[in-house]
C-alpha cells in the first residue's frame, strides 16, 4: 500500500510500536504481540507485507514510530522480543511480560 501511495494523507503519523513483517514463521507470534500491545492501550501495527526491511522501516519513519519489535528465530526459539528504540538506536530483548512497562 505504501508503494501504491494508498495510505489517506489523514492517517494519524505518531505510532508507538511497529512490528517488522518477516513472513509466515514468525506470524502467529507477531499478532500474540500486536494483541497484547492493543490489549494495554498501546498504538500499535504489524506491517501487513513480508517485504525489504528497509521498506518496512521507511514506513516506521515516515509514521513517527517510537519502538520497532523484530521476531526472528532467535527471538522464537529464547521466547523473547526483540525491541529497537528508533530514535536512539538502542536495542534490547525483553519477555512479553516486561514489553507494556518498557513501551509507556
Not at 498504538?43 to 507485507?49: G, I, N, T, V
Request: proline share 3%; net charge negative; charged share 25%.
Amino acid at each position: 500500500m505504501e508503494e501504491l501511495s494508498l495510505f489517506p494523507d489523514g492517517i494519524q503519523k505518531s505510532l508507538a510500536v511497529m512490528l517488522v513483517n518477516f513472513g509466515e514463521p514468525f506470524q502467529k507470534r507477531n499478532l500474540e504481540i500486536l494483541e497484547y500491545l492493543r490489549t494495554h492501550q498501546i498504538s500499535s501495527e504489524l506491517y501487513p507485507d513480508a517485504i525489504k526491511f528497509d521498506k518496512q522501516l521507511k514506513y516506521a519513519n515516515k509514521k513517527n514510530v517510537s519502538y520497532i519489535i523484530l521476531i526472528g528465530d532467535e527471538e522464537l526459539k529464547e521466547g523473547q522480543i526483540s525491541i529497537k528504540n528508533f530514535s536512539t538506536g538502542q536495542q534490547q530483548k525483553l519477555t512479553l511480560a516486561e514489553l507494556a512497562n518498557f513501551v509507556q
